[in-house]
């Protein structure tokens, strides 16, 4: 069975700084896709980044990226330069095997709530 | 190009009634799936579909039906609500492309029921 851990329930980051929110993650799946998603108080769900077990490098997207540390079980989301429409919960997500037919059993972690202070 | 959509946005429903949420997309997704999201918490995956005609169960399907007879649609069908049904519904697509994830939720059916 799949399992994400979130183990910071929320931050407080000052605008402009660097900010690191913590995934750890358990599989017996020899390969598997992390995700992270960004959830302002609006309620809607966001996709922010893929990293795949085989990926070799980091996955970036603008000023996300994901610090992948495989023997470490670890997938953790760095925000550079922090704004302060950052200021949402963040949920670190797995699924099994990707780019097959499993690949749509998403499960999440239970989140970090994040907020970016002027 | 409308992304995904859900309706209704809300939803009151007396113990025992039945009711459909439904969920469409016009991107072609081949993924589509259907989550709950309890208060605090993360969202949990209820049913997904890698294809019309392709459905399977996910980590709390109880209480749950769901088909996918085209690749547009994937309706979430409560059986006979009960009050722990209460939640906020998203359904999200899916389509990888290029060694990542084209990924998009609609915007949520917040149900309750009394």
């Known amino acids: 069975a799949q399992k994400i851990t979130q183990t910071q329930p929320g931050m407080f980051v000052q605008e402009k700084e660097a900010v690191t929110l913590d995934c750890t993650y358990d599989?017996?799946?020899?390969?598997?896709?992390l995700f992270w998603y960004k959830q302002p108080s609006s309620g809607e769900m966001i996709f922010l980044i893929y990293q795949g077990s085989y990926d070799q490098q980091n996955a970036t997207e603008g000023r996300y990226s994901l610090n992948f540390q495989k023997a470490r079980k670890s997938a953790n989301l760095v925000i550079s330069a922090s704004q302060l429409g950052d200021s949402a919960m963040y949920f670190c997500?797995?699924?099994?095997?990707?780019?097959?037919?499993?690949?749509?059993?998403?499960?999440f972690g239970s989140g970090t709530r994040l907020s970016i202070r002027p | 190009n409308a992304g995904v959509t859900q309706t209704p946005k809300f939803q009151v429903l007396k113990t025992g009634q039945s009711m459909t949420l439904q969920c469409a997309q016009d991107m072609n997704h081949e993924y589509m799936s259907w989550y709950r999201q309890d208060p605090g918490m993360g969202l949990r995956l209820i049913h997904y579909?890698?294809?019309?005609?392709?459905?399977d169960q996910g980590e709390v399907p109880n209480g749950y039906n769901v088909s996918r007879s085209t690749t547009e649609d994937f309706p979430l069908r409560l059986l006979s609500a009960a009050p722990s049904q209460t939640s906020v519904y998203f359904c999200?697509?899916?389509?990888?492309?290029?060694?990542?994830?084209?990924?998009?939720f609609g915007p949520g059916t917040r149900l309750t029921v009394t």
């Open positions: 997500a797995m699924s099994p095997r990707p780019f097959d037919s499993s690949a749509s059993k998403i499960i």
């Open positions: 579909s890698v294809g019309a005609g392709i459905t």
């Open positions: 599989t017996s799946d020899p390969s598997y896709g």
């Open positions: 999200a697509s899916s389509q990888p492309r290029g060694g990542t994830y084209e990924q998009y």
